[in-house]
T-cell receptor
Framework: GAGVSQSPSNKVTEKGKDVELRCDPI?????LYWYRQSLGQGLEFLIY????????KSGLPSDRFSAERTGGSVSTLTIQRTQQEDSAVYLC????????????????FGPGTRLLVL | GQNIDQPTEMTATEGAIVQINCTYQ??????LFWYQQHAGEAPTFLSY????GLEEKGRFSSFLSRSKGYSYLLLKELQMKDSASYLC???????????FGSGTKLNVKP
């Protein structure tokens, strides 16, 4: 079956340009997460969506970062005025978790977008 | 804040057993996950513990002690393909957010 997909798989951009990263979660998954992973590091939480709303934006590193999700499905992460320190792998994950459920479900990760800011 | 600690790197021999530890200090706890991540790839789910004790799944087992804030991942009969990073992640009572450790890079040698 189809898993989480992300596009582009690789993105090279110049410092100061805006970039938009896309995530297509597994169909029917209500929860969607964005993470950032720098080389050799763990996962840094960025933002979490439940449906179209984002109850937790606490991980966004600055106001240059924003994300939205439409139709409870596709999500885009936008980085404005990119900086070299934004270079990382951006991972998206989805989960079938419903807000009312108490049983924890795992996340299913996409392949990531490798962003390089020159 | 939340604190998840894992060793940075470990080395083991093919065919041996290795234990990767994870300690956590969090405000509230709702479960602990282990993920495997090969270089250049996305993490994949290995195990989930919410109650104390050992969960066995083939060559991999995961243990949890909630009172000690401690978990370990046990890999038996190591194979070369087990060379990867192993990520520990904790979820809290709001259970919609995952806190990841920095990962343990496991090198399996012949």
């Amino acid at each position: 079956g189809a898993g989480v997909s992300q596009s582009p798989s690789n993105k090279v951009t110049e410092k100061g340009k805006d970039v938009e990263l896309r995530c297509d979660p597994i169909s029917g998954h209500t929860a969607l997460y964005w993470y950032r992973q720098s080389l050799g590091q763990g996962l840094e939480f960025l933002i979490y969506f439940q449906g179209n709303s984002a109850p937790d934006k606490s991980g966004l590193p600055s106001d240059r970062f924003s994300a939205e999700r439409t139709g409870g499905s596709v999500s885009t992460l936008t980085i404005q005025r990119t900086q070299q320190e934004d270079s990382a792998v951006y991972l998206c994950a989805s989960s079938p978790l419903e807000a009312s459920e108490r049983v924890q479900e795992t996340q299913y990760f996409g392949p990531g977008t490798r962003l390089l800011v020159l | 804040g939340q604190n998840i600690d894992q060793p940075t790197e470990m080395t083991a021999t093919e065919g041996a057993i290795v234990q990767i530890n994870c300690t956590y200090q969090t405000s509230g706890f709702n479960g602990l996950f282990w993920y495997q991540q090969h270089a250049g790839e996305a993490p994949t789910f290995l195990s989930y513990n919410v109650l104390d004790g050992l969960e066995e799944k083939g060559r991999f087992s995961s243990f949890l002690s909630r009172s000690k804030g401690y978990s370990y991942l046990l890999l038996k009969e190591l194979q070369m393909k087990d060379s990867a990073s192993y990520l520990c992640a904790v979820t809290l009572y709001n259970f919609n957010k995952f806190y990841f450790g920095s990962g343990t890079k496991l090198n399996v040698k012949p």
